[in-house]
């Protein structure tokens, strides 16, 4: 039997989130925190994909792929969003996001649903996003994720596999605190060119590619008019 994915997740979203983000309270505000190794360029990331977002989400209806509890639809509130749907094949975080918007204004705007890539029919909807996703996928996942996202808008972060510091320290943390038990199960690092391909093959073109210091070796791939 191969390594069971979804179980990894299972034991170890809620608690990423929390630390990654800084949570403290119920309101899941991400904390931006320049001392945390770890976590900065992650609040980075999470607060720069949404900026870039925002200008192409008036009336429109947003995917989440790979959502976690939703926490991403806390950082659309100021927008005139028409709906966030969130999916993640972890049930843990699927019922924690339930529960958090549940009885809440936020709730008539926001769907969350357990689902792979592989089995989720994505709904109507304008733009989509995976935020710390890409990484974890193989190259068939990949090829789905583009054949099912095209031909809307997105923003897909990933690791990018360039030279650098971080990069190589990252990986040996990586190996020292799940790596070695998770049968390669790990964050992969690709080029650019790499993931263009694979989205130009379902008919994409003119993918354009964000880099900032603060993301380290974190890059942005996206797709807006
Ligand atoms: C690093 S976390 C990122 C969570 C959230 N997007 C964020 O950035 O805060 C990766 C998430 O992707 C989900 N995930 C990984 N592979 C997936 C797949 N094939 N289908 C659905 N969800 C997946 C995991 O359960 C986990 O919640």
């Known amino acids: 039997m191969g390594f069971d994915k979804k179980k990894f997740w299972e034991n170890k979203i809620l608690a990423w989130e929390k630390d990654r983000y800084r949570l403290e309270d119920d309101e899941s505000t991400v904390k931006t925190d320049s001392s945390h190794i770890a ?11 949404a900026e870039l977002l925002k200008p192409h989400l008036d009336g429109k209806k947003i995917l989440d792929i790979g959502c976690g509890t939703g926490i991403f639809y806390n950082e659309l509130q100021d927008t005139n969003l028409a709906h966030y749907y969130g999916v993640d094949f972890s049930e843990n975080a699927i ?26 029919d994505f709904p109507e909807c304008d733009v989509v996003l995976a935020l710390g996703v890409l990484e974890w996928l193989e190259n068939d996942e990949l090829e789905t994720l583009f054949k099912k996202t095209y031909p809307r808008k997105f923003l897909f972060p990933i690791a990018e596999k360039r030279v650098s510091i971080t990069r190589w320290i990252h990986s040996i943390y990586v190996f020292f605190s799940y790596g070695w038990k998770s049968q390669g199960y790990v964050p992969k690092y690709h080029t650019t060119d790499e993931i263009i391909k694979i989205a130009e093959a379902v008919g994409y073109r003119d993918i354009k590619i964000f880099r900032h210091p603060r993301l380290r070796f974190g890059t942005f791939l996206y797709y807006f008019d």
């Open 95 to 120: 019922s924690e996001g339930k529960k958090k918007i549940a009885g809440t204004e936020k709730e008539k705007k926001c769907s969350l649903f357990v689902g792979s890539i592989e089995d989720f």
């Open 39 to 49: 976590g900065s360029s992650l609040q980075f990331r999470f607060e720069k994909s």
